[in-house]
């Protein structure tokens, strides 16, 4: 495509099937040094007639508006903030959509865009270096988390942090072995999985049923090595933006407050869609 020279500016350098309908893309810039905090996102983009994948339903939302001939999506960081051969993204695809089923259908040393800077509050420059933390997620909610603990949580080993990460079936549980194996070897960090679909996924002998009443149970603090309490523990919420409306609720009733621009609070959230 000869318009694509002049607009994209990166190559797919890795594809990761996590399952039919979870991919993990590593891309390469063109020009390096690409400056993020951890949690934060970019746009990626393609042009709107780039394939997409032959099993994709028709796209619900046509053209973008204002005749540009670029699809841009949002996408939060999963890499390492210091990690400068690439950057990565945790996609989930939504087969009526504009972009991801084009995402879908790229292959290494395909191109795209990706926007120059990086955007977003979802960082943990927001809570104190002294705070216990709690980061829940749903889906590729994850992605934040995941650049979170490889860019600067697993450092500071004088505070506690938990992964609560919900998803329908253990096979969707992206980055799982990788969290396990951080759980495995750093005592002041755990893994907590859950699936809400057993009775599909039979094999699975972990926690079942829906992410957001897995925070009133109150196994929950011995899983997470620490108190769910206002004072010494801050807890973030990426995902759905359903499951952060009921969680929220959960932990407001506990005493949390959301945390607002220019005002202090413990529960900081992200919302994926």
């Not at 973030?236 to 499951?243: D, K, W």
């Amino acid at each position: 495509m000869e318009t694509s020279k002049f607009i994209y500016n990166a190559t797919v350098s890795r594809c990761i099937e996590v399952t039919g309908e979870i991919r993990i893309l590593q891309v390469r810039l063109d020009q390096p040094g690409f400056k993020f905090k951890a949690g934060q996102y970019t746009m990626l983009g393609l042009l709107q007639d780039e394939p997409r994948i032959p099993e994709a339903q028709p796209e619900d939302n046509g053209a973008e508006p204002g005749g540009d001939p670029m699809i841009r999506r949002a996408y939060s960081i999963a890499s390492g903030s210091t990690q400068q051969e690439y950057l990565e993204f945790y996609v989930s695809i939504v087969s009526s959509g504009a972009l991801t089923p084009r995402l879908f259908a790229l292959q290494e040393g395909d191109r795209l865009y990706v926007a120059e800077k990086s955007k977003g509050l979802f960082t943990l420059d927001r809570v104190p270096v002294e705070s216990n933390v709690l980061l829940v997620g749903t889906g590729t909610g994850l992605a934040p988390y995941v650049s979170m603990l490889r860019s600067e949580v697993l450092a500071n080993r004088d505070r506690r942090i938990a992964v609560l990460h919900g998803a329908s079936f253990s096979w969707d549980l992206g980055y799982r072995r990788e969290l396990e194996s951080l759980s495995l070897y750093n005592d002041h960090f755990s893994y907590i999985p859950t699936i809400s679909r057993p009775h599909v996924d039979k094999d699975w002998q972990g926690f079942t049923g829906r992410l957001p009443p897995f925070l009133d149970d109150p196994t929950l603090e011995e899983l997470c090595g620490f108190a769910l309490e206002p004072g010494p523990s801050h807890v973030l919420l990426c995902g759905n933006p359903a499951m952060i409306e009921d969680a929220t609720v959960r932990l407001e009733a506990r005493g949390y407050q959301q945390k607002r621009p220019r005002e202090p609070g413990n529960l900081h959230m992200e919302k994926y869609w």
